[in-house]
């Protein structure tokens, strides 16, 4: 939706952002109304091809503009766009390669190994050989469509390198330098605006179908169906889901019209995100890697892991708000624009940003040190202090009585590890695990 607005805002359609995009929104809903979770699935897998073409047709005619990806590369390393070896140890530092790489990981883990989203698709599969198929191709696919998207913004530095649109041009969002390249490579090749605007709504109705189809199958089966006094007929549920699909479609489609396309997008989706996913992969992980893990470990853990998460992105958003943060951008130029810009336009000169190899960061002197910590450690950060709480409340604390060790990683389990062809059934007294055929108790 953030491509939305400001690929609205350089005209490209001439359709303003919070006109055209509830009616994308009513539309997503109304096919995930009608499709389910199998319509959805081949919905996103078109669109994902969508996405793909897009971006690779892109990236070719930006290359070839450019000069051939040799002289892409080497633009943007004498602009000190490329930051693959800063491993800066300091955790103040908005992005470095050790701390984008451990925080990546840990979303990647949130994102494909906890997401409801992506659980629910887990469990529609027929067997586990399937599922992982799918989750190494899942993986692939979006180690992917990141590449992509990273060399796409090298292509529009080495395009744009000696005259920079957002000063030349004037935005008002630096989020408009992707739909300014798109429009503007778009005026000699017919066809690349239209593909460009197929794939960012691709990507805007893929995501939004996937959760609301998610929200409403868990809101429907852990929320309403136990508060009813009667067990609901497969058709009575499925009106259920499809209600609640509506529900959450018209919230969506409302919230638009509050949203707030300036500023950071990437920082402060990351940051909000980070604000619960260090709690969910805490709880995940405590309950797999630890046989002593108990009910209080877990709910004190996430608590405390929250609340420091909840404090330190607040905290840094806060004060990124009133300016006690500031970040120094890379250096940018309108040198080899034609014409002398620098007094139609105002500036004082024709180069301004900092031309280093690191993204420097000031801060006031009233900042707290926590508040200062880079927005990509944040879920490390609540992961680790979640699962130090809850080791160290279940130490000190009496265990479960019930383990069934099928559910912890095999390295970790006292019992004999189940053999293949047969099921888990745990005793009559409940405290050891004993194996039987699958055709039956005997």
Same mark, same amino acid.
């Given at each position: 939706m953030f491509c939305f607005d400001s690929f609205f805002d350089n005209s490209a359609l001439g359709v303003p952002f919070h006109i055209f995009t509830p009616f994308a929104c009513i539309f997503c809903t109304v096919y995930t109304l009608l499709s389910g979770l199998r319509g959805v699935v081949w919905a996103d897998t078109l669109q994902s091809a969508f996405m793909f073409s897009a971006v690779v047709i892109l990236i070719f005619i930006g290359v070839w503009n450019a000069g051939g990806i040799a002289n892409v590369v080497d633009i943007a390393d004498r602009g000190s766009r490329l930051h693959i070896f800063n491993f800066d140890p300091s955790p103040f530092t908005r992005n470095s390669a050790w701390m984008l790489y451990i925080g990546t990981l840990f979303l990647a883990m949130y994102n494909s190994c906890t997401n409801p989203a992506i659980i629910q698709r887990y469990l529609s599969l027929p067997n586990y050989s399937?599922?992982?198929?799918?989750?190494?191709?899942?993986?692939?696919?979006?180690?992917?469509?990141?590449?992509?998207?990273?060399?796409?913004?090298?292509?529009?530095?080495a395009t744009y390198y000696n005259c920079d649109p957002g000063l030349s041009k004037g935005f008002a969002a630096q989020n408009e330098l992707v739909p300014f390249f798109v429009v503007d490579i778009g005026r000699n090749i017919p066809g690349v605006t239209g593909l460009f605007l197929a794939g960012?709504?691709?990507?805007?109705?893929?995501?939004?179908?996937?959760?609301?189809?998610?929200?409403?199958?868990?809101?429907?089966?852990d929320l309403i169906k136990p508060l009813l006094r009667r067990k609901l007929t497969d058709s009575q549920m499925n009106l259920c889901i499809k209600s609640?699909?509506?529900?959450?479609?018209?919230?969506?489609?409302?919230?638009?019209?509050?949203?707030?396309?300036?500023?950071?997008?990437?920082?402060?989706?990351?940051?909000? #995100?980070? +604000?619960?996913? %260090?709690?969910?992969?805490? =709880?995940?992980?405590?309950? $797999?890697? /630890?046989?002593?893990?108990?009910?209080?470990?877990?709910?004190?853990?996430?608590?405390?892991?929250?609340?420091?998460? #909840?404090? +330190?992105?607040? %905290?840094?958003?806060?004060? =990124?708000?009133?300016?006690? $943060?500031? /970040?120094?951008?890379?250096v940018i130029t309108v040198e080899g624009c034609p014409g002398n810009l620098t007094q139609s336009l105002g500036l004082n000169a024709t180069t301004v940003g900092y031309n280093g190899y690191e993204t420097p960061v000031t801060f006031a002197d009233d900042v707290p040190y926590p508040f200062r910590i880079s927005f990509n450690l944040t879920t490390t950060i609540g992961v680790i202090v979640s699962l130090i709480v809850g080791c160290l409340v279940s130490h000190f604390t009496e265990p479960e009585k019930l383990l069934d060790e099928n559910l912890i990683i095999p390295q970790i389990r006292t019992k004999k590890p189940i053999l293949p062809g047969y099921d888990v059934v745990p005793s009559k007294e409940l405290k050891q695990i004993t194996t039987v055929p699958k055709s039956g108790v005997t």
């Open positions: 399937q599922t992982k198929i799918v989750v190494i191709t899942t993986a692939t696919a979006t180690l992917g469509i990141l590449s992509l998207a990273i060399l796409l913004g090298l292509v529009i530095y960012i709504l691709s990507a805007a109705l893929s995501t939004m179908s996937t959760v609301v189809n998610t929200i409403s199958g868990t809101t429907s089966e609640v699909v509506t529900v959450f479609g018209l919230i969506i489609t409302a919230a638009v019209f509050g949203l707030n396309t300036s500023g950071g997008v990437f920082q402060l989706y990351r940051t909000s #995100v980070s +604000l619960t996913s %260090g709690m969910i992969v805490f =709880i995940f992980t405590f309950g $797999i890697f /630890y046989n002593r893990a108990n009910t209080k470990g877990a709910i004190i853990g996430s608590l405390v892991g929250i609340l420091v998460t #909840v404090t +330190l992105g607040l %905290g840094n958003q806060a004060a =990124i708000t009133s300016g006690q $943060i500031k /970040y120094i951008h890379k």
